[in-house]
């Protein structure tokens, strides 16, 4: 079982930016592709990005891509979700999770343990 923590969330207009950080506590992060999820009330929770163990290969959900940027920086055991333009319907707890490295899309968790997330709230 892996210790990812996720922060960052907030409050925000619509078209504002937040930037999300999935943090791990006592293991390489760094030897695993990372995935977001998110989950709004009423809705099944879903993929919105995932990366490759080196940061080399990112793919994004079809209502995300353009707007929300994935990245890794292994040195400092993180990984970040830049979202930009945010949307009413982006309004979700969002969480990280390991996920299967030889898959294309949608991203699949290697396990079924998941944090507390982060929340975010698009809303005018």
């Known amino acids: 079982q892996l210790q990812l923590v996720e922060s960052g969330g907030g409050l925000v207009q619509p078209g504002g930016s937040l930037r999300l950080s999935c943090t791990g506590s006592g293991f390489p992060l760094g030897a695993y592709h990372i995935g977001w999820f998110r989950q709004a009330p009423g809705k099944e929770r879903e993929g919105v990005s995932c990366?490759?163990?080196?940061?080399?290969?990112?793919n994004y959900a079809d209502s995300v891509k353009g707007r929300f940027t994935i990245s890794r920086d292994n040195a400092k055991n993180t990984v970040y979700l830049q979202m930009n333009s945010l949307k009413p319907e982006d309004t979700a707890v969002y969480h990280c999770?390991?996920?299967?490295?030889?898959?294309?899309?949608?991203?699949?968790?290697?396990?079924?343990?998941w944090g507390q997330g982060t929340q975010v709230t698009v809303s005018s």
């Open positions: 999770i390991p996920v299967v490295e030889k898959n294309n899309w949608p991203p699949i968790p290697i396990y079924n343990y």
């Open positions: 990366i490759s163990s080196s940061g080399g290969s990112t």
